[in-house]
Every structure is written in C-alpha cells, then in structure tokens.
C-alpha cells in the first residue's frame, strides 16, 4: 500500500521525536560554549554520530528486520547477549531513567524554593512521567498520531519559537574554545555525539518504525525501505536544524555566562534572560516533552522485543514492568545514572557503529563469513579494554599496548582495530575462497 504525503510527515515527525530526549536538548548548547568559535568544525563532528549514524541505524534494523537478525551475522550467541544489553542499556538500566531524571534536575529542580524536599518532589514527578509514558506505551498503534500529529509540532515550534526569541533579544558574545575543543574540535563534537545515545536508540526505534508502517498497511520490504529511508531523512534534517539552533546558542553566549558542567545551565540562562520568571515554566515544558516522547518510544520497543523471546509475559505487563522499574532507578539520582552511562557507551557505541556500516555494506562481502565476527569481535574488545581503562582499572602490559593504538587517548582507537580486522577479514575471505576453488578443481579432475 502507498503511503501518502501526510501519513509520511508524521511517521518523520515521530521519529525525530523518538530521537531528540534529555541529551539533545543539553549537549548542543553545551558543544556550542565550549567550542566557541570552533562551534562550526564541532558541530560537523557531532552530526556524524548524533543525525548520520542514528538515520543509518534505523535504515540498517529496517533492511534486516530486526536488531537480532543483523547481530546474528557475527553469532547468534553474541546477537542475544549483545541485543540484550543494548535493549537493558538505552532502556530501564539507564536510558530511561535519565530521560526522565534530566528534566527535573535540569529545569525544575533548580527553581524549587530553597528547603524544599528534593526526593519527595523528584518521586512525585517521576511518578506522573512514567505514569503518562506508560499509558501512551499500552497503544502502540496510536504512537504516530500522538506523538507526529500532536507533541512532535508542538516541540519544534516551541523550540523554533526560543531561537528566534534570542536572534532578536538575546545577548551574544562568541569566547575562544576551550578545554578540548582548542584542538581537534571535530573529532571531540564526534565522541560529544556518543552521549546522545541515539545511534544505539536508532538500532531499537527501526522496530517502531517497521511496526508503524504495518499499521498504515505497508508490509512489502521494498516499500517498507523506502518510506524508511524517507522518514530516516527527514527526522535527520529536523535534527540537524534543531542541533544547529541550539549550538547556535551556545556558541553566541560562550562569553555571556561562566562556563559550566552542562547546556541545561545555558539554555536556563538564556530562557532567564528572555522572559524572565515565567521561562522556568516554558523551559521544563519543553524538557519534560521532549524526554517523553522518547521514554515512549524506548518502552515501546523494548516490550515490543522482549515479548517476541517469551510467551510468559504479554506486550502490556513488559511495558508496565519497565515504566515501573524505570522509576525506581531514576530515583536514585542523576549522578549516579551518569556515572554509569559513560562506561556503557564506551563500549556499546563503537560495536554499534561497526554494525551499522557492516550492515549497509552487507552486499559487498555477505560471501565472507570472518568479516562480522572479526571486525566485530575486535572492536568489542578493544572498546571493554578502553572502558576498563576509563574506570581505572589495572591491566598491566596490556594498558601499555594500546595506548600505541592511534587516536586511543581520544577514545578512537578503535577506529584502527576495526579497519584492520576488516582488512585481515578480506584476506582470510580471499584465501578461504581460493582454497575451496582449488578443492573444486581437484575434485573435478577425480571425477574424470
């Protein structure tokens, strides 16, 4: 069945929701100080692994059919180990919960009064976000209308609205980079990217995608692609033109305000400055919105997936049970969902990102069997051996050999493992192939 015009808008307008949460509306601003007038290269950098890498993923998950299915071409013990810990890692273990601990630590905590109980204000909060998330997450089938007719237009015309409110009103001066971004300002808006978490939501929002199509009746691989592709570029071009606007802002006030550990700092300043008081309210609105429309799509998925591996729990019990615990861990606090959020992605985003281009350039090699295994395998390593690292973790000689690897101290070095392991899968391809030719041969000459 053909898709039309305004089907295909708010299958893209809930996508782009799906994807822009807690950290899209936080780490631009951010990149934006701190790069200052490096902002342009940095931001380059960042749209690779926040807008490319995220469309690619949800394209890869879409020509597969599922997360499962592409993982599988490495092993299928390793596809479920690895879709488990992507699913556990972006979902109720953390994804979730800081999606919605972000919004009340970053915009409304800070305008409590003071003696106000943190807890008790963050449990009731929590308590109707995920109420909310978990009733939007019982009818998947209605994800596109709530979310693409309604919350989707709703978020980017108020986000359009503040850019524009600080182009005629706001206060600018452009500061020098700072910290990392002096140098190599691509290459660290590359690894910023990373704490979107989007490229490893991407490899579970392919399914919501898929699912979303099927209710419009389009079940047909090619056309299900296409729309796919469609939809993929156009919640990119959203993204792109949301990330631009807020670096935007960042970059123009790195000499307005001090520098601080986050952009939930500058967009309340600039909010503060624009419209005073009543800011703090249009500030937690578009938080809490944002982070929403992607905690549903996260629970969504997840349930969706679990409930294809067991029959013992149906699609609604999964989706109440990770609303559930979901709040349990957002009310631990967000330092400590942040602490373990940098290990995680450490080693999940470099194996997630070889996925994905080994699955658009499936068609170039899916005769050689050692090129998911290899590459994948190496780069897994590499990446746990890096995050053990970050953790301070001893590992003796082995520490020494891969601070050798190229671009290892910005944690890139996995780049080089996963070229060579490619590299060395071709040859042992074109070897394998040889042999077997050889084997033929002989075996034609015996039977004459």
């Not at 960042?46 to 394209?59: I, N, Q």
């Not at 879709?83 to 953390?94: D, S």
């Not at 993929?232 to 071009?237: H, I, R, S």
Request: net charge positive; aromatic share 12%.
């Amino acid at each position: 069945m053909k898709l039309g015009k305004k089907n295909m808008l708010l299958v893209s307008f809930m996508l782009f929701s799906l994807f822009f949460g807690a950290g899209n509306l936080i780490f631009p601003p951010f990149l934006g100080q701190m790069a200052g007038q490096h902002t342009p290269v940095a931001l380059l950098g960042f749209l690779v692994t926040a807008v490319v890498l995220p469309v690619l993923g949800v394209v890869v998950v879409a020509k597969f059919n599922g997360l499962d299915r592409l993982a599988r071409k490495v092993d299928p013990r390793f596809a479920m180990v690895f879709t488990v810990i992507i699913y556990l890692a972006i979902g109720p273990g953390l994804g979730i919960p800081r999606a919605a601990s972000v919004p009340f630590e970053m915009a409304i905590a800070p305008y409590l009064p003071e003696g106000t109980p943190f807890g008790l204000f963050m449990l009731a909060y929590s308590a109707v976000f995920f109420s909310l998330a978990a009733w939007l997450a019982l009818t998947p089938n209605k994800l596109v209308d709530r979310i693409g007719r309604f919350m989707s237009p709703t978020l980017l015309l108020l986000l359009t609205g503040l850019f524009l409110s600080f182009l005629f009103a706001g206060k600018a001066e452009v500061a020098p980079a700072q910290g990392v971004y002096q140098n190599a300002a691509a290459v660290n808006g590359f690894l910023e990217g990373y704490n979107t978490m989007d490229a490893i939501a991407a490899l579970n929002f392919g399914l919501v995608i898929a699912t979303t199509l099927r209710n419009f009746k389009v079940t047909e691989h090619k056309s299900m692609m296409r729309y796919t592709v469609r939809a993929g570029l156009a919640a990119g071009t959203l993204l792109t033109l949301v990330y631009a606007m807020l670096s935007f802002m960042g970059m123009q006030t790195s000499g307005v305000y001090p520098l601080q550990d986050n952009g939930a700092w500058t967009l309340r300043c600039i909010v503060a400055q624009l419209f005073g008081a009543p800011g703090a309210v249009l500030l937690a609105f578009i938080f809490t919105l944002a982070c929403l429309t992607t905690c549903v799509g996260l629970i969504t998925s997840i349930a969706q997936y679990f409930s294809t591996l067991t029959k013992r729990f149906t699609y609604r019990q999964l989706a109440l049970g990770i609303a559930f615990f979901s709040f349990a861990v957002c009310n631990q606090g967000l330092n400590t969902i942040l602490s373990l959020s940098v290990p995680v992605l450490n080693t999940v985003y470099p194996v997630a990102i070889v996925l994905i281009v080994l699955g658009l350039t499936d068609k170039w090699f899916q005769n050689n069997t050692y090129m998911y295994p290899v590459t994948v395998g190496a780069v897994s390593v590499v990446s746990v051996l890096y995050s053990l690292t970050q953790l301070n973790v001893p590992l003796g000689p082995v520490d020494g050999l891969l601070s050798h690897l190229p671009f290892y101290g910005m944690g890139m070095g996995w780049v080089t493992v996963a070229v060579a392991a490619a590299a060395v899968s071709l040859v042992l391809g074109k070897v394998r192939q040889s042999c077997t030719a050889d084997v033929d041969t002989r075996q034609e000459q015996g039977s004459l």
